[in-house]
């Protein structure tokens, strides 16, 4: 760790943060903090608030109520705040004239970081040649491996990412999940934000998890998972109910079968075969985790989208879609200064 990064303790805590548009609630009464040292995932359905919630904390638009702080501090009266914070949010929005290169020499030269440094960071995320063109021709993985070279340009304490592993192939998530886990061992603070699960479950330790700019879950990765399960179905749960049973397994009644608190599905198998009982049905049942989420993304009542979104605030329009091509676009979305305010 550097000596600046030692300053910091790393923590970031949101508090009552609320964000309305004219009527709509887009972040409402929010509440979580993030500990350095691990991989905290900020997850939601499309239109549950993440960006906004992540745009507050990075100055760039002001809570209606509400506080989110960096080490208690906001983030515009952090000084010189790239060298503390690292943050990539919409990979969207590049100068589409600019090479990937000038652009990170432009956040460089802010930063007060040697143009060395830049090439260093182009090579660690795996587009050194590519960065020599234009951004305006990028795919959406060169954008997300771009945005997190910038983030990482000043050798931040606190890294915040939203949806990094959007656009990425397998190979790339694999990569990303591997870089994440080895800043967060070296005591950094990451927070990233998702819309799928599956994408980052593996790479986080904790969760928050937000639906219609609420939270409805935070804690560990295992502590939401549940305990696990197994899913049986036997022409005789009787019989099979007393062998598992009999095994010091726990069994409860489910519609067409039975739930047996198992991590593995060859106990139960095991079991039913010494006793003598056929199965016809034997899975993993699906983790409280994923339960939770599915819920989440799958009900419309939780579809917080704004009908009437502000058209002329660029930066937002349609979360996930890119900015129209044509105009250069202003890099709003990468690391700053946390001058500007939009709205
Ligand atoms: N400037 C704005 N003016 C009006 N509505 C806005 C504005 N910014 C965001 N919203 C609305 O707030 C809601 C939350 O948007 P936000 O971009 O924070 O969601 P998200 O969780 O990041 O979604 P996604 O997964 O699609 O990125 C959306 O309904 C969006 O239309
Ligand atoms: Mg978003």
Do not use: C
Not at 24 to 37: E, I, M, N, R
Not at 104 to 119: E, H, I, K
Not at 166 to 189: K, Q, V, Y
Not at 193 to 216: P, Y
């Amino acid at each position: 760790m550097n000596a600046t990064r030692d300053a910091w303790t790393g923590e970031i805590e949101i508090r009552g943060l609320t964000k309305r548009f004219g009527d709509f609630t887009a972040v409402d009464d929010l509440d979580f903090t993030v500990q350095p040292g691990q991989v905290t995932g900020f997850l939601g359905p499309n239109g549950s608030g993440k960006t906004t919630t992540l745009r507050m904390l990075l100055g760039l638009i002001r809570p209606t109520s509400g506080t989110a702080t960096i080490d208690g501090r906001n983030y515009r009266d952090i000084p010189n705040p790239l060298t503390v914070v690292g943050s990539a949010l919409e990979a969207t929005n590049f100068h589409p004239g600019r090479t990937g290169r000038d652009h990170l020499r432009v956040l460089a030269a802010v930063a007060g970081v040697s143009d060395q440094r830049v090439d260093e960071l182009l090579d660690l995320v795996g587009i050194p040649a590519a960065a020599r063109k234009r951004a305006g021709g990028y795919s959406m993985g060169m954008r997300q491996r771009l945005g997190l070279a910038g983030a990482l340009l000043a050798d931040p304490q606190i890294i915040i990412l939203d949806e990094p592993a959007n656009g990425l192939d397998p190979e790339g998530i694999r990569w990303l999940r591997g870089f994440l886990r080895h800043l967060a061992s070296e005591g950094r603070t990451l927070l990233i934000s998702s819309h799928m699960l599956s994408e980052v479950e593996q790479t986080v330790d904790e969760v928050v998890i937000i639906a219609n700019g609420r939270r409805v879950a935070q804690g560990s990765v295992t502590e939401l998972r549940g305990v696990p399960t197994a899913f049986v179905r036997s022409p005789d749960p009787v019989g099979l109910t007393r062998a598992l049973s009999a095994a010091g397994l726990s069994v409860a009644a489910a519609p067409g079968g039975l739930l047996v608190t198992a991590d593995n599905t060859d106990v139960v198998g095991d079991v039913a075969l010494a006793a003598g009982v056929a199965i016809h049905e034997l899975r993993q049942q699906q983790t409280h985790l994923e339960d939770l989420f599915f819920n989440l993304t799958e009900s419309e009542g939780n579809r917080n989208l704004n009908p009437d979104p502000d058209p002329n605030n660029s930066a937002v329009g349609s979360p996930g879609l890119p900015p129209p091509t044509g105009a250069p676009q202003i890099p709003v979305g990468t690391p700053h200064t946390g001058s500007e305010e939009q709205r």
